[in-house]
């Protein structure tokens, strides 16, 4: 993944403030960072040291309450009774000052997933079901906004700024909350560390990404200018100011952009858009600094390069398709960009520009970005586009309610967008069940509109399991984030969630919400068409990661550059040519070698024993906790009378079970895609990955197979067209394949991961059952 630091790797430093640059070194070709300005030790050394110390003491004082409640009470474990008796105002209470105590909850979120690693242990004081407690947690209470027009316009703005997402009432609460709540205070260092790297970096070089434009350009932008004006804010230290001048001047310099006419690159609209929340950001929340030509520049660069491009997409120039049926990230990001920087400068915008704008975005925004996700909340770009999506709808919302009182129905007009939440915590194994295309780079792109939600929607499990993840610090999650609520997200909750919506089935089955060493499957269906052609084809495709390791991965996107990649999602497609894109790239039923119907309309069928995790970290399974989940896929295949697929957890979910049952007229190819080492003996399969093992069988049929393993790559018999150019290497992934003759077969693999502790004889070897007479019981 590209990093700030990987491009501007080679970049030669230079001096954004021209030869007079007080803080620029000549030789270093590097400038200070802003000096403390208070008295004593500089707090630019103790970088990272207060967010270690505080993660140490967290993870010391978390252990030993651990411990001693988990003597207490052994029962808070098992976690499908609810602990009724937890909930109410004084365990909220308790909750909050556990919390207190404890510091963060995890030890640590950079494992090698990205993932938060919880201490094992029992915490019924603070570990209670999520709730949100202002009342009785007034010290890490947000005020209220004394803003509350009693008829909210679009163009009625609030009279004090900053206007956008982070009004002066809350920067004056904000000191005392960080010193009180202890996410607030570690990301407030994060940000701070952060800002300070990116104030050594030279501004963002000009680099145009093919296909895909300067939008890493724009976003990292935007990501330094939110932490130097959140910086400036919290010191006063005019250095940050100028250095985000710097970084203005530089993304309409000479050398900026494709050409002076289209420096933000219109065409390619959502670097527009993100340059334009930037420009927004700096105009808003630095207001007080800038002199008024500074402000002047600012607003004529906005204008010229950004709002003046988005009028021309409203109206009509081709490159503004995204206004219309576009219910996905492209809308939320270039709706949202635009309205925050109207905002920004509505009042102080003289062409009208702001005002005409603001009339269209927000409507349209409604009508399509709103519905990004489908009616069971999943993001219909899948689990990476939902970051984006996410991140725009939600800057957008907050940015409406701050600057002028109402969201116009952007969070409610779709009743189900409270749903995506829940979407993105079930969608999350050992790393993202991402299916489908990756996106680009997330520079400020996060996860942090679960702030938001939870808030919003009043869910505070989305701002509990957020607040532990590696990407929440950064300036929206200070102000988005409500320290006043307590518990822990996993109390409660269900282990299994089956999202049903016809574009989108899928399922996600875990052992635990805590444990780096989860067994986690997702398996999806859905339909093959309607996802803003950044699906595969797929209907049947899973993952599997278990031991802290996955099993069964997908391949993510192909080269964006690739011709005809996203042009069309036709059964001819080109698109359906790329291996990654393909039903061969994907770790379901390949039959007659050739691509699944974009037609496909599956079914599913899905039961679980409900359970779901309590107080502690540590959860042992009950041995009748289980889920299965069943698709009638044959829609999707062109050459067979019947496909259908099921997946089941067994063995108090420490086994999984897939069963294929097809009738085809060609044969049939099972196929996985796995990083592991694979070993193929008669019916079984072993997998390793660092030192650990997966073993694979094949329970049926008993003969009349042939399990071997394949590169990942097109297969030369492989009926459907060449792309036009070759396909990326997946150098370090190996596809294992079951072939079976055209008829009819019922193909039963079993995994077993061969868990720490575990010896053949705790292996189950399940009985034979059709589909169709699954039952929560029928593998007992
Ligand atoms: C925020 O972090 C900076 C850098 O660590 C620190 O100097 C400052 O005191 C923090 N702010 C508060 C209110 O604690
Ligand atoms: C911000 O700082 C944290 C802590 O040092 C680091 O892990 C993270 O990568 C930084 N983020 C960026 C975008 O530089
Ligand atoms: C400026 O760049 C854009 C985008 O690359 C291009 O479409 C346009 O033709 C260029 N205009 C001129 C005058 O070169
Ligand atoms: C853009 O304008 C500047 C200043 O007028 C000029 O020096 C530069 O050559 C122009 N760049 C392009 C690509 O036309
Ligand atoms: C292989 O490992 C990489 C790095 O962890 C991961 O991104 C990818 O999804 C894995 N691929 C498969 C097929 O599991
Ligand atoms: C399989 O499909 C064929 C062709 O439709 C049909 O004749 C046959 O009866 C089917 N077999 C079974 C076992 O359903």
Not at 211 to 224: C, H, T
Not at 314 to 333: K, L, S
Not at 566 to 580: E, I, P
Not at 730 to 745: E, F, K, Q, R, S
Request: aromatic share 12%; glycine share 8%; charged share 15%.
């Amino acid at each position: 993944m590209a990093s700030y630091d990987s491009i501007n790797n080679n970049n030669q430093a230079r001096s954004p403030y021209g030869s007079g640059d007080p803080y620029y070194n000549e030789s270093t070709g590097f400038i200070s960072p802003p000096k403390a300005a208070k008295r004593g030790l500089s707090p630019w050394i103790k970088f990272g040291v207060p967010v270690l110390v505080l993660v140490i003491i967290g993870a010391v004082v978390g252990g030993v309450l651990g411990s001693r409640s988990s003597n207490k009470s052994d029962s808070s474990s098992s976690g499908s009774s609810s602990p009724a008796t937890k909930t109410g105002e004084a365990a909220a209470s308790a909750a909050a000052s556990a919390k207190a105590q404890i510091g963060l909850f995890p030890t640590a979120t950079d494992s090698q997933y990205m993932r938060p690693i919880y201490p094992s242990t029992t915490n019924t004081a603070a570990f209670t079901e999520p709730t949100i407690t202002p009342s009785n947690n007034a010290a890490l209470a947000w005020p209220e906004d004394p803003f509350k027009p009693s008829n909210p316009s679009v163009t009625n703005v609030r009279e004090d700024r900053p206007r956008l997402l982070a009004p002066a009432y809350k920067w004056e609460a904000l000191p005392n909350l960080i010193r009180n709540d202890p996410y607030l205070s570690s990301w407030n260092d994060t940000i701070f560390g952060n800002a300070t790297t990116y104030f050594n970096a030279p501004p963002v070089r000009y680099f145009m990404d093919g296909d895909s434009g300067i939008l890493d350009n724009a976003r990292e932008i935007k990501m330094r200018i939110k932490a130097f004006a959140y910086a400036h804010r919290m010191t006063k230290d005019t250095r940050w100011v100028d250095r985000t001048w710097a970084e203005l001047q530089n993304a309409v310099s000479s050398d900026f952009g494709p050409n002076n006419s289209t420096k933000w690159n219109p065409s390619h609209f959502l670097d527009a858009a993100e340059l334009s929340a930037a420009f927004g950001i700096a105009y808003d929340w630095l207001h007080d600094m800038w002199t008024d030509d500074q402000r002047s520049q600012i607003r004529d660069n906005l204008i010229t390069y950004g709002l003046s491009q988005g009028a021309a997409a409203y109206d009509g120039a081709d490159f503004g398709w995204w206004r219309t049926n576009i219910q996905g990230n492209w809308n939320c990001v270039c709706n949202g960009g635009l309205t925050l920087a109207s905002l920004a400068i509505l009042g102080d915008d003289t062409t009208g520009t702001a005002t005409k704008l603001l009339g269209q975005t927000v409507n349209n925004a409604k009508q399509n970005c709103a519905f990004g996700p489908s009616e069971d909340g999943s993001w219909s770009e899948g689990a990476n586009y939902w970051y984006f999506g996410t991140t725009g709808h939600a800057e957008m919302a907050s940015a409406l309610i701050t600057a002028t009182g109402s969201h116009y129905g952007l969070l409610d007009t779709n009743p189900n967008f409270h749903l995506t939440g829940l979407y993105h915590m079930y969608v999350t194994g050992n790393t993202l069940f991402d299916y489908g295309d990756h996106g680009p780079n997330k520079f400020s792109t996060t996860a942090n509109s679960m702030f938001l939600y939870a808030d919003q929607y009043k869910q505070p499990e989305y701002a509990l399991f957020q607040r532990d993840q590696h990407d929440a610090p950064e300036p929206w999650s200070m102000f988005w984030y409500d320290p006043s609520i307590s518990g822990a997200f996993w109390n409660g909750l269900a282990l299994d969630h089956s999202f049903d919506s016809a574009s989108d089935q899928w399922v996600s089955m875990r052992s635990s919400w805590t444990d780096q060493n989860l067994l986690f499957v997702g398996m999806k269906a859905g339909t093959n068409q309607g996802h803003q052609t950044h699906n595969d084809l797929d209907v049947g495709d899973f993952v599997l990661d278990a031991m802290g390791t996955r099993w069964a991965g997908d391949l993510g996107s192909a080269d964006y550059n690739s011709p005809q990649y996203f042009n069309s999602d036709a059964q001819d497609a080109t698109r359906w040519r790329y291996y990654r894109k393909a039903t061969e790239g994907q770790n379901t039923l390949l039959i007659g070698g050739v691509n699944q119907l974009v037609t496909a309309r599956p079914t599913v069928k899905y039961q679980s024993s409900g359970t779901e995790q309590g107080s502690s970290t540590v959860f042992d399974v009950p041995s009748d906790s289980t889920a299965f989940w069943v698709t009638d896929m044959s829609s999707a295949y062109d050459q067979a009378t019947s496909v259908k697929r099921g997946v089941r957890l067994l063995n108090a979910r420490k086994q999984v079970l897939i069963q294929d049952e097809v009738n085809a007229s060609a044969g049939i190819q099972w196929r996985m895609h796995t990083n592991a080492t694979v070993a193929t003996e008669g019916s079984t399969a072993t997998l390793t990955i660092d030192g650990k093992t997966t073993k694979i069988t094949i329970l049926s049929p008993s003969s009349g197979f042939t399990l071997g393993t394949a590169p990942a790559a097109r297969s030369s018999n492989d009926a459907n067209a060449s792309p036009p150019v070759s396909d990326q290497p997946n150098p370090t992934v190996t596809v294992l394949t079951i072939d079976l003759p055209a008829g009819n077969h019922n193909l039963q693999v079993l995994f077993n991961p061969q868990w720490p502790g575990m010896s053949d004889g705790d292996f189950k070897t399940p009985p034979s059952v059709p589909l169709d007479s699954w039952s929560l019981s029928s593998h007992n």
